[in-house]
């Protein structure tokens, strides 16, 4: 089935740090999403990218969406404590009745200690 | 609040126990998706309606679950005789049908099962 890479794993931040992470899948999506969960809470969403290179930015928030449809990245400058958290991906395929996102295992973002 | 809600946050119950969640979508939207988000992993695709009819179930949807929505509103997911590895975040997405599919997400049930 379909499978996303999202890397890194985990990372640590300091406030003040720009922050890349990116996902990748062997098969073309039409639409890549990204959210941010927090413990015990639901995925919300940031930002959602529609178009094959489509760069779009949301506050200190920035995605792409790759232009092969396979990969997307997600950059957050100068970090803030709050952005402490799980970050996914999302890629979904669009056409007849399907409509699920098939998600990355995460990126979860820690403050240095 | 006019987001997706689910309830309750949280259940725990004893194994061979059914259990039943509910969720209530966006109002105007008419798609609805259940997901489950087992510990360290992302959430992984269950079911889906659109209005009230079933358009797709995946594989990790056993026959002890079942899913309805009976009037295109909310949504129930129940579970029949519980096994622990049933223990999860079960999540509730919903969307409105157009030229893209946005899907937004409630806060999610955590399920124990003991």
């Known amino acids: 089935g379909q499978q996303l890479n999202q890397s890194p794993q985990s990372m640590f931040i300091q406030e003040g740090e720009d922050v890349s992470m990116n996902c990748t899948s062997s098969?073309?999506?039409?639409?890549w999403l990204w959210y941010k969960q927090d413990p015990g809470e639901g995925p919300v969403l940031l930002i959602a990218?529609?178009?094959?290179?489509e760069l779009t930015s949301n506050g200190r928030l920035t995605a792409q969406f790759g232009i092969t449809r396979k990969d997307s990245f997600l950059n957050i400058s100068a970090s803030i404590p709050s952005d402490v958290g799980i970050y996914f991906c999302?890629?979904?395929?669009?056409?007849?009745?399907?409509?699920?996102?098939?998600f990355g295992k995460g990126t979860k973002l820690s403050v240095k200690p | 609040d006019t987001g997706v809600s689910q309830d309750p946050r949280h259940k725990i119950t004893k194994r061979g126990q059914n259990v039943t969640f509910r969720c209530d979508p966006i109002?105007?939207?008419?798609?609805l998706y259940w997901y489950r988000q087992t510990l360290g992993q992302g959430p992984e695709f269950l079911t889906y309606?659109?209005?009230?009819?079933?358009?797709?179930k995946s594989r990790l949807l056993s026959d002890r679950f079942s899913a309805e929505r009976p009037k295109g509103s909310f949504s129930t997911l129940e579970i029949q005789r519980t096994e622990q590895g049933d223990s999860a975040m079960y999540l509730c997405?919903?969307?409105?049908?157009?030229?893209?599919?946005?899907?937004?997400f409630g806060p999610g049930t955590r399920l124990t099962v003991l």
């Open positions: 997405a919903s969307s409105l049908t157009g030229v893209v599919d946005t899907q937004y």
């Open positions: 098969s073309i999506f039409n639409t």
């Open positions: 990218l529609y178009k094959a290179g």
């Open positions: 999302a890629g979904q395929t669009l056409g007849g009745s399907q409509g699920n996102l098939i």
């Open positions: 109002s105007e939207h008419n798609r």
């Open positions: 309606f659109q209005n009230e009819a079933q358009l797709e």
